[in-house]
T-cell receptor
């Protein structure tokens, strides 16, 4: 079964609103990453948060990590139409094993 | 420009044929990976390579083969043994397997005709 599971599966918001996506995982991790994928394209790495970090910012992105609840959230503030994409979380545990969730499809309406 | 290049972008395969997907990187990365993505799904790991002349099976290696003769190149062959090969294939690389933040290619969409 997949390690990371994003919630919601799909999200539709108006431009300017904030978008929040959640990711839950099952086992211990060393780090968690968020990626963006535009339709039919490769993935673009957005941000990495290590297991000993609780929050990280990058521009309009804010990621939180709660290892006690085995969950992470990605917040995109002041969303733009160009943010329309699928967003994936990926978890990495001991050794090499990066596991991707099924993604959240975000649609930002202009 | 440094990056990772996949070719072709679209590929059509007849039943019973083997096809090879190309992946080249000029980032000087040691680790390379192949993932498969089905519609509305996440990525599943097919094979990965930590270093030249070494590669390991991922979660869904059956029906696929790879080689890593050069650091820059990690081609994936989809063999006739893969019964459901229609999918989007993504190649990625990273400095090494313990460093995250992989760089992805733009993908190859394979369709069986």
């Amino acid at each position: 079964s997949q390690q990371g599971e994003e919630d919601p599966q799909a999200l539709s918001i108006q431009e300017g609103e904030n978008a929040t996506m959640n990711c839950s995982y099952k086992t211990s991790i060393n780090n968690l990453q968020w990626y963006r994928q535009n339709s039919g394209r490769g993935l673009v790495h957005l941000i990495l948060i290590r297991s000993n970090e609780r929050e990280k910012h990058s521009g309009r992105l804010r990621v939180t990590l709660d290892t006690s609840k085995k969950s992470s959230s990605l917040l995109i503030t002041a969303s733009r139409a160009a943010d329309t994409a699928s967003y994936f979380c990926a978890t990495a545990g001991g050794g090499f094993k990066t596991i991707f969730g099924a993604g959240t499809r975000l649609f930002v309406k202009a | 420009d440094g990056g990772i290049t996949q070719s072709p972008k679209y590929l059509f395969r007849k039943e019973g044929q083997n096809v090879t997907l190309s992946c080249e990187q000029n980032l000087n990365h040691d680790a390379m990976y192949w993932y498969r993505q089905d519609p509305g799904q996440g990525l599943r790991l097919i094979y990965y390579s930590q270093i030249v002349n070494d590669f390991q099976k991922g979660d869904i290696a059956e029906g696929y083969s790879v080689s890593r003769e050069k650091k820059e190149s990690f081609p994936l062959t989809v063999t006739s043994a893969q019964k459901n090969p229609t999918a989007f294939y993504l190649c990625a690389s990273s400095i090494d397997v313990s460093s995250m933040g992989a760089f992805f290619g733009q993908g190859t969409r394979l369709t069986v005709v």
